[in-house]
């Protein structure tokens, strides 16, 4: 998979996405990270990407011309191209499963105020991490593309799981235990220590509802 970003502050990108499974799976070719600095699409000596909006108010807006300019220069056919806003839809387990079928994602990070409307006909998609507004959407891009890489075919080795975690069945996830059997006075459930698989899963099964029923009763519908 390719998946490129459109943001003011590349910076931000090197860090998070250097570590752990993403750098994994970017060294093993499964993902192809490039993140691009949007300025690199303006004209201009002071490199303009934000004006005063019409009708006045407070803050600037994102200009058209460098994202459509850049848009048109990354995207073809393949690319599902996706606006970063506290306007988009909630990004979710499903939403990253579906993510995660595609060959090339192109993420447009907003600043400033927001994007100005016009933007919005390039983009196949608008997702929201969150009822809250962030400085610029760097962030959530950093969390689409975080769990979209969890899910690409291979980058979980077969240790790992994405069938029995969190929202996998639209459940939390179960209480999860290791050694020691007790600490500080607090034992591991005995029947995960029985050995009887069948009773275990039947367990974890009930444990994941409870759990779901008591802290996001709204996810059993
Ligand atoms: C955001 C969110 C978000 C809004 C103004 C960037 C900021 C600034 N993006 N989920 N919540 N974006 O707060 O995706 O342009």
């Excluded at 994405?162 to 929202?167: K, L, M, N, R």
């Amino acid at each position: 998979m390719k998946i490129e970003v459109l943001t003011l502050f590349p910076e931000m990108f090197a860090g998070p996405l250097d570590v752990s499974m993403v750098a994994r799976a970017r060294k093993s070719g499964l993902l192809d990270l490039q993140i691009r600095n949007l300025r690199d699409w303006t004209h201009d000596r002071h490199k303009t990407v934000d004006d005063r909006p019409f009708g006045g108010g407070p803050g600037m807006v994102l200009k058209p011309e460098p994202i459509f300019e850049a848009v048109e220069a990354l995207a073809d056919n393949q690319t599902h191209v996706l606006m970063m806003s506290p306007a988009g839809r909630s990004f979710t387990q499903a939403v990253a499963r579906e993510l995660s079928t595609k060959q090339h994602l192109l993420l447009l990070c907003g600043s400033y105020e927001g994007f100005d409307e016009r933007i919005r006909t390039l983009v196949h998609d608008e997702l929201s991490i969150g009822d809250y507004v962030l400085t610029n959407g760097g962030l959530p891009a950093m969390v689409v593309i975080d769990t979209v890489t969890r899910l690409i075919p291979g980058v979980l080795g077969d240790d790992e799981s994405a069938q029995d975690e969190s929202f996998s069945h639209g459940l939390l996830e179960y209480p999860q235990y290791t050694r020691p059997a007790e600490f500080r006075g607090m034992k591991v459930p005995e029947i995960l220590m029985s050995g009887n698989h069948a009773e275990i899963e039947r367990w974890r099964r009930e444990q994941a509802r409870l759990r779901t029923q008591e802290r996001r009763p709204d996810l059993l519908g």
